[in-house]
Nanobody, 126 residues
Framework: QVQLVESGGGLVQPGESLTLSCTSS????????VGWFRQAPGKEREGISCISTAGGAHYADSVKGRFSISRDSDKNTVTLRIDTLRAEDTGTYYC????????????????????WGQGTQVTVSS
């Protein structure tokens, strides 16, 4: 089974920043599309960002300007930095692997991703 592992979640205060990481011990992430999704309590999973093998990235309108996705090939990691955290950012964050080219549509839809991590919890609360 393809394994993706997220890390970096936790309890943070509004306005703080957080960096989430996605890595794999089984394959090289820079060979694949990688997306980040989140699921808030009681809500459906929401696509928030993706990054192509060439480095092109897209973001959901709801997170533009505060979220930044990037690759670190040396560490075989895709990171998602979240600035100015808000209570509505609370949820479980998942990374996923796909084979398409990142676009606004691909960032938004889980259809394009075939392998998922178990998620990391982010709670924003004062």
């Amino acid at each position: 089974q393809v394994q993706l592992v997220e890390s970096g979640g936790g309890l943070v205060q509004p306005g703080e920043s957080l960096t989430l990481s996605c890595t794999s011990s089984e394959f090289m992430l820079d060979r694949y599309l990688v997306g980040w999704f989140r699921q808030a309590p009681g809500k459906e999973r929401e696509g928030i960002s993706c990054i192509s093998t060439a480095g092109g990235a897209h973001y959901a309108d709801s997170v533009k300007g505060r979220f930044s996705i990037s690759r670190d090939s040396d560490k075989n990691t895709v990171t998602l930095r979240i600035d100015t955290l808000r209570a509505e950012d609370t949820g479980t964050y998942y990374c996923a692997r796909g084979s398409s080219v990142c676009s606004a549509v691909v960032a938004a839809r889980s259809y394009f991703y075939h392998h998922w991590g178990q998620g990391t919890q982010v709670t924003v609360s004062s």
